[in-house]
């Protein structure tokens, strides 16, 4: 992976925040840390929205089931966050994918999951 630029560094820490406080008590909020989609995938989205465990995740990274929300934040990989991650994580059982396009300063909103994608798309 190559360097993150500031817009990306500065919307990832902005919107975890945000998360972290909004969602205090209610889901742990991770930065770049692996999940668990497969045997042999574990991405390291963004930012990820799971279930509270009382170990934080001390002996496996969180799975489809235990994952409220994905975000990618996207200011080079937009094209790759939407049309290879997003059938991806869609296939793996993620039921909200978000990408914060920091260029266009838009919201990418994925939902309704099917085998292949995401019935529901829209740009916030």
């Known amino acids: ?6 817009p990306h560094a500065a919307t990832t820490l902005c919107a975890s925040d945000y998360l972290k406080l909004l969602l205090a008590e209610v889901a742990l909020v991770r ?12 991405p390291e989205p963004d930012i990820a929205v799971v279930r509270i465990d009382a170990r934080k995740y ?3 990274h969180p799975a489809p089931n235990e994952i409220f929300l994905l975000i990618e934040v996207a200011d080079t990989t937009l094209d790759t966050d939407r049309k290879q991650k997003a059938p991806l994580y869609a296939s793996a059982g993620i ?17 309704e999951r099917v085998l292949e994608g995401y019935n529901q798309q829209f740009i916030l």
């Not at 992976?1 to 500031?6: E, H, L, T, W």
């Open 1 to 6: 992976m190559s360097a993150k630029n500031p």
């Open 31 to 42: 930065v770049q840390d692996p999940i668990q989609l497969s045997q042999y995938s574990e």
């Open 58 to 60: 001390i002996d496996h």
């Open 95 to 111: 039921a909200d994918y978000w990408i914060l396009d920091v260029n266009q300063r838009q919201v990418f909103v994925f939902r």
